[in-house]
């Protein structure tokens, strides 16, 4: 079975600053894809980035970096410059080869301070 | 990526109706899906939504409940059927791209309350 892990329900961090939100993952599947999501209060899901388990490089989209680790099964989203317009939930998600539906964490509440 | 709409964006109903929700995207996927997210909680998949075939749901959700369509390549709608305030969630479409890393794009959501 697949299962995503966010141990941190919630983060604060000081706009400007960097921040990394955790994410494990548990997939015997040597083909899968990571997801991270960003939800504000409006409800809506913002695509952020995507890491592919046989991708050679750390994805990076902007101010969003994933680390990716493969042995150690996670994929640590890292916000570079923190911005007030960032503080909502975050979701990591996976996808197995084969299956087309996302397997969601539980997410993590992230607030910037000013 | 792809362009999703969602109607209605919220929605208050009476226990015991149904509602209808319409989801649209600006070009024609293979993949969508519709997924629900309960108070406080994360997203979890209801169904695929096939086109020109019944929808294939996930453990837990059954075709009475929660009827579907999908009658072109574009469009789709989930119907949530003789509703209870456990219903109350806010329901989600979503499709697949195809080409690249076949990423998933959600629409706006829809907050159903039900009362």
């Known amino acids: 079975a697949q299962k995503i892990t966010q141990t941190q329900p919630g983060m604060f961090v000081q706009e400007k600053e960097a921040v990394t939100l955790d994410c494990t993952y548990d997939?015997?599947?040597?083909?899968?894809?990571l997801f991270w999501y960003k939800q504000p209060s409006s409800g809506e899901m913002i695509f952020l980035i995507y890491q592919g388990s046989y991708d050679q490089q750390n994805a990076t989209e902007g101010r969003y970096s994933l680390n990716f680790q493969k042995a150690r099964k996670s994929a640590n989203l890292v916000i570079s410059a923190s911005q007030l317009g960032d503080s909502a939930m975050y979701f990591c998600a996976m996808r197995v080869s084969g299956f087309q539906k996302l397997v969601f964490g539980t997410g993590t509440r992230l607030l910037v301070s000013p | 990526s792809a362009v999703i709409s969602q109607k209605p964006s919220r929605d208050i109903c009476q226990r015991g109706t149904s509602l209808t929700i319409q989801c649209q995207v600006d070009s024609q996927v293979t993949m969508m899906f519709w997924y629900r997210q309960q108070p406080g909680q994360s997203l979890t998949l209801i169904a695929t939504a096939n086109q020109g075939s019944e929808a294939t749901y996930e453990s837990g959700f059954v075709i009475d409940k929660f009827p579907i369509s999908r009658p072109n390549l574009t469009f789709s709608t989930l119907t949530v059927s003789n509703m209870s305030p456990e219903d109350s969630s806010i329901y989600l479409c979503?499709?697949?791209?195809?080409?690249?890393?076949?990423?998933?794009?959600f629409g706006p959501g829809t907050r159903l309350t039900v009362l």
């Open positions: 997939t015997s599947d040597p083909s899968y894809g």
């Open positions: 979503s499709v697949q791209t195809e080409g690249g890393h076949n990423e998933q794009f």
